[in-house]
């Protein structure tokens, strides 16, 4: 099993950068399929980018394509979230998770069973 710790938010202006990281603890962090998610006050946790187990396959929610990049160091079992041009509607807590063997389907939450605690990112105008 793995257990994930979230860094790197902040407060940022509209236009600018941060970097998140997700820690795993264990020795499995490379077989998972990892995601971020995030949380906006008042609204849902809503999927935002999604990477396979090496590293080969990313997804990103419509979003945040061509503004973010998720990304996975196995030997650091770390867990990265570039995010560029940062919009105050960015403003979210963001969560990374672990999918569970065998899931599929990037954005179901349901196929994530282990989760960080969360990192709060606010962009201001």
């Known amino acids: 099993q793995v257990q994930l710790v979230e860094s790197g938010g902040g407060l940022v202006q509209a236009g600018g950068s941060l970097r998140l990281s997700c820690a795993a603890s264990?020795?499995?962090?490379?077989?998972?399929?990892m995601g971020w998610f995030r949380q906006a006050p008042g609204k849902e946790r809503e999927f935002v980018a999604g990477i396979s187990t090496l590293g080969r396959i990313t997804y990103y929610a419509d979003s945040v394509k061509g503004r973010f990049t998720i990304s996975r160091d196995n030997a650091k079992n770390t867990l990265y979230l570039q995010m560029n041009s940062l919009k105050p509607e960015d403003t979210a807590v963001y969560y990374c998770a672990a999918q569970r063997p065998g899931g599929y389907t990037w954005s179901d939450q349901s196929e994530y069973d282990r989760w960080g605690q969360g990192t709060q990112v606010t962009v201001s105008s």
């Open positions: 264990g020795r499995t962090f490379s077989s998972y399929r």
